[in-house]
């Protein structure tokens, strides 16, 4: 009993943990690029502007959730759910400190590469249940640039994976008590974070949403909570993706002092950070430069990076 | 590469900047003396009405917003019965300020006139007409119009000569 | 464990008939999908995570995109699905419907009466196991099947080349 009171207060502490970050994610990332853009950005409801969340956590509510009679209400309504579901689910396999988890499989890598590959039917069957010719070719777009991203995003990580020997996250992480894996690894680092921003189809590889061109892309049809959920799911997956490279890369909860929950959550913050600053400061690139750029430069490094990886292992181990 | 990562650390000096946003309702902006924001109707010297009801900024708003009725009192001065200006369409382009002969309409640097109701745009003479001169202190127009009015005959004015008589000979 | 399994496979089972009874493709894509999912909780079931996470991320996450990128490319519209509504009529339907249940009949007998032994999670099947027995017994499968691969990547960029201009213009991807 008291076993199973820990994990459940363990799963719900995870499940408000990501949403609150979610959350607060839109109120930080508005906050950083008023910075980064020479304004304040909103400061006005409570203190910071933090009261902002609420209010538009109210407002999203309370908005006409509107289907529109030409799309497919099954897949329209099933859509959203998709995102905030597998990236939930990804949560599961974060260790957040040493013991605090919700599941720690030993197969937790693959878990989270299997689950953000499902979140790219929520973008695909938002735009093609849509019945618009934006959300379709958003829906393009987005299908063929995450599963390219995909494909090398997995490779990026398998760097790691042979260093630590382990699928399990947590073995990751105790992996890395004297290296951080940043520095052995840095080019997998380097190609997992933009597969990682690509992932998450944030700026500048924002193409399936791409406001200056289809007007919102997959979820242009979408209004209300409905699309606040594609909203959450997207701040979700980018907490997501950056306390996994703080756990694959950075040493998770390793620090001194601090306890290692304070560790955890400011590195992932700091790759937050880097996340909005990203943001603040590329523009998009051209359809056909985003994909060569990612079959032609960075899946043969993510190879190399494995090859060269794989026989310095070897090499070491004999 | 290299450039990317320029303009990331770009991006990021910029959080130690000088902000450019006006804090608006603590902090006001500066508003150049010939903004044109809320329209009202200015006095003479003297403390009459400037306006002589002549149609001019009716006809020549470009959004109709002006409404007025002319009338005229003992003396035979005009002035409008009625001025209404309504707000909700007015779109300050000034040009009522231009064609008005008699300085009387003027443009003010004020813009803060939100309402919640918009039947509470509607402006009336009361409402629009101001105690001072405006931007033309000391102008009067009915001092050198050459019009005989009440206490000043024709001619009588300040820039005003007396009348020709046609009839006369005499050069 | 076992009612798990069983409610995985029924799962998998109703979701490939709805595969094949939808007009829609892409209904039909995602009832696949689902069923994907369901043999992968029954690998997961039987101790093999190892393949039930590839079955997610290869077949559900990958393989299916790609079939849904073609079905959005072509222009499905009301006269397809009415096609398929005639090619859904009855009559046509007996011949493939006996066939199956021959081929259930078959698979309910080899496992309710032949072979009893089968067990869920006996024995979970690690990564490491999956690769020693990939790169040890079966290496010269996984070579052929990697030659196959490198064949099909040639033969897709070729037929999937533009002819280039003399002059050099017009190449586009």
Redesign the interface.
């Given at each position: 009993m008291r076993m199973m009171i820990g994990q459940l207060s363990v799963i719900f502490g995870v499940l408000i943990a990501a949403l609150t970050a979610a959350a607060f994610l839109i109120w930080l990332e508005r906050r950083l690029l008023a910075l980064w853009q020479d304004r304040y950005g909103p400061n006005r409801a409570g203190p910071f502007g933090l009261l902002q969340v609420p209010a538009d956590m109210i407002k999203i509510f309370f908005k006409e959730d509107w289907i529109p009679p030409f799309a497919d209400r099954q897949l329209f309504v099933a859509a959203p759910a998709i995102i905030t579901i597998t990236v939930l689910l990804s949560f599961a396999v974060v260790p957040f400190a040493p013991g605090i988890a919700v599941i720690s499989p030993d197969l937790g890598l693959l878990f989270f590469l299997g689950m953000s590959s499902l979140a790219v039917y929520s973008v695909a069957l938002a735009g093609i249940s849509s019945n618009n010719k934006y959300s379709l070719i958003g829906a393009l777009r987005a299908l063929a640039q995450l599963l390219s991203y995909e494909v090398f995003m997995g490779l990026s990580l398998m760097g790691v994976v042979m260093l630590a020997g382990s699928f399990n996250l947590n073995k990751i992480v105790e992996a890395q008590r004297h290296l951080w894996f940043v520095i052995p690894q840095f080019p997998g680092f380097i190609l997992f974070f933009i597969a990682g921003i690509a992932e998450t189809h944030r700026l500048p590889f924002d193409l399936p949403e791409a406001e200056s061109e289809l007007s919102a892309g997959f979820h242009c049809e979408y209004s209300g909570m409905k699309f606040g959920m594609f909203f959450v799911g997207e701040y979700l997956s980018i907490t997501l993706i950056s306390a996994m490279t703080a756990t694959f890369f950075f040493g998770g909860w390793q620090g001194p002092l601090l306890p290692p929950v304070i560790w955890f959550a400011l590195k992932t913050f700091a790759f937050i950070c880097l996340f909005i600053l990203i943001r603040a400061s590329l523009p998009r690139p051209r359809y056909d430069q985003l994909l060569a750029f990612a079959w032609k430069l960075l899946l043969p490094l993510a190879l190399l990076n494995v090859l060269i990886t794989a026989a310095i292992v070897l090499a070491l181990e004999r | 590469m290299w450039s990317i990562i320029k303009a990331l650390i770009i991006t990021f000096r910029h959080a130690f900047r000088q902000r450019v946003t006006i804090q608006y309702p603590e902090e006001k902006p500066y508003l150049a003396p010939r903004w044109r924001g809320r329209i009202i109707l200015s006095r003479d010297p003297d403390g009459g009405e400037r306006c002589v009801a002549c149609y001019l900024c009716s006809a020549v708003c470009p959004v109709q917003c002006i409404a007025l009725q002319a009338t005229e009192d003992a003396s035979g001065r005009r002035y409008p019965e009625f001025f209404r200006i309504n707000f909700s369409r007015c779109i300050f382009c000034g040009e009522c300020e231009e064609a008005c002969p008699t300085c009387a309409i003027q443009l003010t640097p004020d813009f803060e006139m939100s309402e919640y109701e918009r039947k509470n745009l509607v402006y009336e003479k009361e409402h629009l007409l101001i105690s001072g001169c405006g931007k033309y202190p000391g102008y009067n127009f009915y001092r050198q119009a050459g019009l005989a009015i009440k206490g000043k005959g024709k001619g009588e004015g300040d820039q005003e000569s007396p009348p020709v008589d046609v009839l006369s000979l005499l050069p | 464990m076992s009612i798990l399994f069983i409610i995985a496979a029924l799962v998998a089972v109703v979701a490939a008939l709805m595969v094949i009874s939808r007009r829609?493709v892409?209904?039909a894509l995602?009832y696949l999908?689902i069923s994907f999912l369901a043999v992968a909780m029954t690998f997961f079931l039987l101790g093999a995570?190892?393949v039930a996470?590839?079955e997610?991320?290869i077949y559900?996450?990958?393989i299916l995109?790609?079939f849904?990128?073609v079905?959005?490319?072509l222009n499905i519209g009301r006269p397809a699905i009415d096609q398929e509504k005639q090619w859904m009529a009855p009559q046509g339907m007996i011949a493939p419907i006996i066939m199956v249940v021959i081929l259930l009949g078959e698979l309910g007998y080899y496992l309710l009466i032949i072979n009893r032994t089968y067990k869920t999670s006996a024995h979970t099947v690690?990564?490491h196991e999956v690769g020693q027995s990939l790169f040890g017994p079966y290496l010269l499968a996984v070579e052929l099947v990697s030659f196959l691969f490198l064949a099909g990547i040639f033969a897709a960029y070729h037929l999937s080349r533009l002819e280039v201009d003399t002059d050099g213009h017009g190449e586009e991807?």
């Open positions: - | - | 829609s892409i209904h995602i999908i995570p190892f996470i590839m997610i991320i559900a996450g990958a995109v790609l849904l990128f079905v959005m490319m690690t990564a991807q």
